[in-house]
């Protein structure tokens, strides 16, 4: 799969999700209330042939469509996943890095790179559960921890504060984007813990291949 086809499985996946939360609420919030008209007069035959009809049409159509349009779009991703939110270069320097590790390391835990472009998007992906381990701007990482939003990345240290809910990858220069680890409250908790403990003491540091891309 492309690059450009991943994103766009990947935002679809994520329309469908809003879409699917939106039309919860919406049920929630107006539930139609019970009918009291009478029941209806006993149909004829000829309407149960219209029906009849009318359903078997769009089956026969569906048939002849192409098979990956009728596979939900969640199926694309197996295990756990890791969002990176950036531009397209950092997240090929990401992806690299991080799968190069997580291979090296024989880690059993199957996990999923994903790229996110937009901070709604992310948001609404993790209220949803989906994502368990992010890599992220100290910013927006801080945002996220404000409204409650992190985990403890070390359960075992002095609890939910920012220190212990974001680790970035180099000391916070002047002009230059900070990324770092944090873990969403929503996500697999463990799973993450156990992948950041790993990447910290046995994977080689992140180190750019531009590091010019990483400046504001």
């Known amino acids: 799969m492309s690059y450009r086809d991943h994103l766009e499985a990947q935002k679809k996946y994520i329309r469908t999700k809003k879409e699917a939360r ?40 569906l048939v002849w469509l192409p098979f990956q349009s009728l596979v939900p779009t969640q199926s694309i991703y197996d295990g756990h996943l890791i969002w990176f939110l950036g531009t397209e270069t950092e997240y090929y320097d990401i992806k690299n890095w991080l799968e190069s ?42 945002d996220l921890y404000l409204g409650q939003g992190l985990a403890p990345l070390l359960d075992k240290l002095e609890g939910a504060t920012w220190e212990n809910c974001f680790a970035p990858f180099w ?7 900070t990324y770092g680890w944090a873990i969403p409250v929503t996500g697999n908790i463990e799973e993450a813990r156990h992948l950041f403990t ?7 540091p992140f180190m750019p291949e531009q590091p010019t891309l990483l400046s504001l």
Request: no cysteine; hydrophobic share 45%; aromatic share 8%.
């Open 171 to 177: 000391e916070t220069q002047s002009f230059r984007k």
């Open 22 to 61: 939106e039309a919860k609420r919406d049920k929630e919030q107006n539930p139609r209330p019970p009918r009291l008209d009478p029941p209806p007069a006993p149909m004829s035959p000829w309407s149960f042939l219209l029906i009849g009809a009318l359903l078997f049409v769009p089956l026969v159509i």
């Open 198 to 204: 790993v990447m910290r003491q046995f994977a080689l």
């Open 101 to 142: 590790e997580i291979l090296a390391n024989d880690l059993q835990t199957e996990w999923s790179v994903l790229h996110a472009t937009n901070r709604s998007d992310l948001v609404d992906m993790l209220r949803a559960g989906d994502g368990d381990l992010l890599i992220i701007q100290d910013d927006f990482a801080h």
